[in-house]
Every structure is written in structure tokens, then in C-alpha cells.
T-cell receptor
């Protein structure tokens, strides 16, 4: 079974721009979660989508948003990029209702200059 | 979500058995214990999950005492490729929308040749 895929793997943007990251979950998984990982803050939960609905949200500003499509693929958008948004963005999928057996993708490394 | 405490870092030599302990004093009755492994610039990888006593798979063993206030991840005969950060998480196995998967600082395990 194919794993979680994320595109692009690497991205360089300048301050003020916006960016969209994509995640394709494991086939059959309906829950997709997004995380931000930085050396200083570690792994931080952004939000979770289940059946196209945002089910849970972490403590991030409104510049961070996401959506999920009917095929469970998900996108995450960050508007008005700041230098501090430079991070590894990870997507994880899981079966319906399974919080703690999540399968992570390789991540998208975003660098904001 | 039960708070967990684990050592910041550990060193071990190749070929030895490594035990990483996680404390979770306020674990709830319906909480499970899950361990993830993360290599640099990659997403965390699910290793093992358990509720009580002992669970073993091809990668590791998980020991949980009767009071469930702590757990120990055991890695047999480690190799250099086991150098990674190991995260312990505690929470309900089924997520109905009110759980934010929270990773602590994890334990940075370094295997010495």
C-alpha cells in the first residue's frame, strides 16, 4: 500500500507571499492532520480534517488554513509568509477515528527568505 | 491529554539493548501508549502501541506495569540506524474530534559505534 505523499518536498518563498502544500493520504484513510516542526518549537499540531471537515485546530494564526477534498487529499495554505514560518510541514493520515496510529509523510521543507 | 515525561537524550553502544522510559502519571482508563521514531528531516514513524502488560513486534517491545503510570520502550541489539528521536504519546485510541496529537520533546537516542 502506498504511503503518505507530500508535494512539493522543498520550497523557497519570500516574505509576504503565500504557499500551498499538498498531501495525499494512505488509501482508505479519512483523517488528515498537519504539523509544523521547527528546531525551537518541536512538532506542533496545526489542524485535522476528517471527511472534508476541519475537526480540530491548533494554536496557529488565521494565516494558516487548510481543506480536504472528497478523495481525502488535503491542502494547507499559508498566506502572508513570515520568516518564522520556515519549517518542515508534515502531513499524517489515519483510519477513521484512530488518533494514535498516524502515518506521516516525508514533509515539505519550506524556507522563507 | 495525559502529560508525558521522558529523558531528553540517551547514548548507547551498538549491539546493546536500549530501554527508554516514559512517565505518564495521570493516564486515563481509556488511554493507550504509543511510541514514534523520527529521523532527521523525516516524518515520525509509528513504532508500537499498547494498553497494558507487554506488546512486542518486529521492531520493539513495550512494557507497561500494572498501574500504567509509566512505560518502557525496549529496542533490542541497537545499530547505528536506530539513532533517532523517540516520542512517547498517551491518549485515547479513538479520536472523535477532541484530541490534538501532542508530541513532547522526545528522547534523542544516539548509538555509538
Amino acid at each position: 500500500k502506498a504511503g503518505v505523499t507530500q508535494t512539493p518536498r522543498y520550497l523557497i518563498k519570500t516574505r509576504g507571499q503565500q504557499v500551498t502544500l499538498s498531501c495525499s493520504p494512505i488509501s482508505g484513510h479519512r483523517s488528515v492532520s498537519w504539523y509544523q516542526q521547527t528546531p525551537g518549537q518541536g512538532l506542533q499540531f496545526l489542524f485535522e480534517y476528517f471527511s472534508e471537515t476541519q475537526r480540530n485546530k491548533g494554536n496557529f494564526p488565521g494565516r494558516f488554513s487548510g481543506r480536504q477534498f472528497s478523495n481525502s487529499r488535503s491542502e494547507m495554505n499559508v498566506s502572508t509568509l513570515e520568516l518564522g514560518d520556515s519549517a518542515l510541514y508534515l502531513c499524517a493520515s489515519s483510519l477513521s477515528g484512530t488518533a494514535y496510529e498516524q502515518y506521516f509523510g516525508p514533509g515539505t521543507r519550506l524556507t522563507v527568505t | 491529554l495525559a502529560k508525558t515525561t521522558q529523558p531528553i537524550s540517551m547514548d548507547s553502544y551498538e549491539g546493546q539493548e536500549v530501554n527508554i522510559t516514559c512517565s505518564h502519571n495521570n493516564i486515563a482508563t481509556n488511554d493507550y501508549i504509543t511510541w514514534y521514531q523520527q529521523f532527521p528531516s523525516q516524518g515520525p514513524r509509528f513504532i508500537i502501541q499498547g494498553y497494558k502488560t507487554k506488546v512486542t513486534n518486529e521492531v520493539a517491545s513495550l512494557f507497561i506495569p500494572a498501574d500504567r503510570k509509566s512505560s518502557t520502550l525496549s529496542l533490542p541489539r541497537v545499530s547505528l540506524s536506530d539513532t533517532a528521536v523517540y516520542y512517547c504519546l498517551v491518549g485515547p485510541r479513538l479520536n472523535f474530534g477532541n484530541e490534538k496529537l501532542t508530541f513532547g520533546t522526545g528522547t534523542r537516542l544516539t548509538i555509538i559505534p
